[in-house]
């Protein structure tokens, strides 16, 4: 179990490498994707379905990893805030993007740096899993 959770784990920090490379690279396509955040309801249930499993990644592979606490505490941030996100309103959630997501735009290589720092955090942090 705490192999398959780090795992999904590896992947979500691979995913936050990619963005940053994409906001840097292809800033059109990375419009684009953020943009769609919300955009309707079958995106705004799988987003933080996804985010949700990825919470309980989080959770279970914290052990085994180099941050435990800090992975523990993040993936209960991330169970949380997706369980309700997921009891309110889609809606809500997509005025929430129409406000917040050109501010992400107008500074999007800050996105980009955030988004490369976390993912090299979670990889690294996922090393642990090579001592144990």
Known sequence: MQLAAGIVVAIFGLFLIGLA????????????????FAASAKAHFTEHTIRFIVGAAFIVSSPSTIFPSLFLIFGWVLVVTSA???????RWHREYAKWAVPLVLLRLWLFALGSLTLGVIVVYGLTGFLWK
Do not use: K, M, N, Q
């Not at 906001?23 to 994707?33: D, G, I, K, Q």
């Not at 309700?84 to 889609?90: G, T």
């Open 21 to 36: 490379a994409l906001c840097v690279f292809r800033s059109p396509a990375a419009e684009r994707f953020l943009s769609g």
């Open 84 to 90: 309700i996100l997921l009891l309110l309103p889609w």
